[in-house]
């Protein structure tokens, strides 16, 4: 299986592992391989600047290496798919990262509520 981790999932992993639930962990460890989107960095980048969010971009990009987790760009495909998305929220990085996973052939590893109930190819974090 190949992951895409979305903010939480990523921070989660990275900075309080005991925060994912035993079969994300598992998941993670099992998988072929595991994906952080450009996305994640840029959206937890601007919560690091307005201060609600405790990590920053060094830290972030440091925890991508250290994990060995591939980094995933956005490609021209992710943007074409971004509009066939269809969530509940208006949310455009949660957007991007279910196209990308949808492009892709990733599972999204998500504890957002939202995500899950409309992305098939999505799986909880807190599990």
């Known amino acids: 299986m190949r992951i895409l981790c979305d903010s939480n999932a990523f921070y989660w992993a990275a900075f309080e592992p005991e925060k994912l639930g035993p079969l994300s962990r598992r998941m993670l460890a099992e998988a072929e391989s595991v994906h952080v989107s450009v996305i994640t960095l840029w959206e937890l980048g601007i919560k690091h600047r307005k201060g609600s969010f405790p990590v920053g971009p060094s830290e972030l990009v440091a925890a991508v290496e250290a994990s060995?987790?591939?980094?995933?760009?956005?490609?021209?495909?992710?943007?074409?798919a971004v509009g066939k998305v269809q969530l509940p929220h208006r949310d455009p990085f949660d957007a991007m990262l279910v196209a990308q996973a949808a492009s892709d052939g990733l599972r999204l590893l998500t504890s957002d509520v939202a995500i899950l109930g409309a992305f098939e190819g999505a799986d909880d974090a807190r599990r």
């Open 68 to 80: 060995h987790a591939e980094e995933l760009p956005v490609l021209r495909r992710h943007v074409l």
